[in-house]
């Protein structure tokens, strides 16, 4: 059974229901598991993916071949769209970082729903603009100010997309791992985990294993300078 409801800054959720309805009949179902690739970089091919149910992980090439996380997408996003719109090899790979399960779209399908529904068109325009924006604003951050306050824009950013608001603060719910912060935040992994002590400290963060929670969000964006953000 596919999920019923989607988080907030996903295509699923930004669609109509009728939009989304209709692009969740779209493709066959498939399984991956933790660590398997949905799409290779520079490979051909021209399918998108929805993502149904899981998290996966968007890793480029970095100097000396070294994989570099460049963004999370998970249940309710689409990827690998962009070569299904343009036609040209893919741009990135995409890993599942846990269990994962996805409608595989053609391009034909896809091209045919979008032509089809103008304001789905509207909502995966936005979608790719918003993640460029993100991607943007990463690289941005990654080499602005002190560490703490760069981790801590990225935590930001994590929680608006990705947070679920529990009692106890806003959990992440992407498992990502030190070093895989480290890479998404563009520090190294000794000043990433420097910076997350001094979090702790201060009582703004919790961790643990693959687990990160947002204590104290106002205190989060102080130390981003995104206070009244």
Known sequence: MET????????LAAL????REALLRLGP???FGA???LICEGAPGRAAYLLLRGCTKVLGSGAGGRAVLLSIRVAGDLVGELAALDGKPRSASVVAATPTVA?????AALLAFLEDRPGATRAVHAAVVAELRRATRHRLDAHAGPATARLALIIGHLADAYGTVRGDGTHIEVPLSQPELA????????TVHRALAELRVREIVRTGYR?????????LRDVAGRRGA
Do not use: K, N
């Not at 019923?4 to 295509?11: C, D, I, S, V, Y």
């Not at 109509?16 to 939009?19: F, I, L, M, V, Y």
């Open 4 to 11: 019923a409801t989607w988080a907030p800054g996903t295509l």
């Open 16 to 19: 109509g229901g009728a939009d």
């Open 29 to 31: 179902s498939r399984a």
């Open 35 to 37: 660590g398997e690739s």
């Open 103 to 107: 409608r595989v779209i053609a391009h």
């Open 183 to 190: 890479s998404l935040a563009g520090m190294s992994e000794p």
């Open 211 to 219: 687990q990160l929670v947002v204590s104290d969000p106002e205190a």
